[in-house]
């Protein structure tokens, strides 16, 4: 389809491209030719059915996975090629909110929070405590310092990682589902914080997600991953687009859809 809007990344600027990218693990094919693009600055959002490689296109952003084939350029620098110390320093510009969100169970959430600033910068333990305490509060937390992973809800999993993935000031933040397992209410309250962190730090966000509703609310960009390639463009385009495979994706129950991921059992196409 022929995406209209101004912030068509073509035409405007593509902070992460896809170019012509093969994916396969042990020989067993994910995707193959896959080209789409991420606009700097918006929230774009990756959807598609499980399994389709939704995760998978987050790790190769962040050079932790190599391609069969294919280009990946973050800011221009094709990370397939780059020599590690090169890819460093792409990763500094890069968070990662990993899905089910990734914190060290045996760690406080200070020290979940302080853990990548201990590692990687010289601030001494009264500015490492201001730190983890201004991005607690960016996203609605405070005194939680002291609670282990397990004690947390659900919906303060997500903003803890959340919080942690924000730490170093990324340029980029990839978000894996930031909303399974959460209620209505829950969901909201993490998309509100995602769209206020994005137009308050100006920063690139990749979200992955099957939740259709919250992306249409979210989203200005939406890569849709299809088994047979992504269709891309603002919600308004995938909307108004006469795809069957896009209508098909975009107009069925996302709570069945969500209910299908989380129950296997009961899964109908979305698990494939
Ligand atoms: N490290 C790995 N080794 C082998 N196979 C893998 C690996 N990572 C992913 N895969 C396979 O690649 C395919 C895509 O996985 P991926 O996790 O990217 O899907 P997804 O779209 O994120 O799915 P979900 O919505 O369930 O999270 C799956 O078939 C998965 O089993
Ligand atoms: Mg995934």
Redesign the pocket.
């Known amino acids: 389809m022929e995406p209209t809007d101004p912030i068509n990344p073509v035409n405007g600027a593509a902070h992460i491209v896809l170019d012509n990218v093969s994916?396969s693990?042990?020989g067993?094919r994910?995707f193959d030719s896959l080209s789409c693009e991420f606009p700097r600055g918006k929230i774009s959002v990756v959807l598609?059915?499980?399994?389709?490689?939704?995760?998978?296109?987050l790790?190769l952003i962040g050079g932790l996975?190599r391609p069969c084939s294919g280009r990946i350029l973050v800011d221009g620098d094709n990370v397939c090629e780059l020599p590690d110390r090169k890819l460093y320093s792409v990763r500094d510009k890069l968070g990662m909110m990993f899905?089910g969100g990734a914190l060290l169970d045996s760690l406080n959430v200070f020290d979940n929070l302080a853990f990548p600033l201990r590692e990687s910068s010289k601030l001494d333990e009264e500015e490492i405590r201001e730190e983890v305490h201004r991005r607690l509060r960016s996203v609605g937390l405070s005194d939680v310092d002291e609670l282990l992973p397990g004690e947390l809800s659900g919906g303060m999993v997500k903003r803890v990682a959340l919080a942690r993935a924000i730490m170093r000031s990324p340029e980029i933040l990839m978000i894996?589902?930031p909303f399974s397992g959460l209620d209505p209410v829950s969901t909201k309250m993490i998309e509100a914080l995602l769209l206020r962190l994005n137009r308050e730090l100006g920063i690139t966000m990749v979200v992955?997600s099957?939740h259709v509703r919250s992306t249409l609310r979210m989203a200005d960009w939406i890569v849709l991953?299809l088994p047979d390639g992504a269709v891309a463009g603002t919600p308004g385009d995938l909307l108004n687009s006469q795809d069957p495979c896009v209508t098909r994706f975009l107009n069925e129950d996302p709570d069945e859809a969500l209910a299908a991921?989380e129950n296997p059992d009961a899964a109908t196409e979305y698990?494939r």
């Open positions: 994916m693990f042990n067993r994910v598609g059915g499980s399994g389709v490689g939704k995760s998978t296109v790790r996975v899905q894996d589902e992955v099957h991953m991921l698990s």
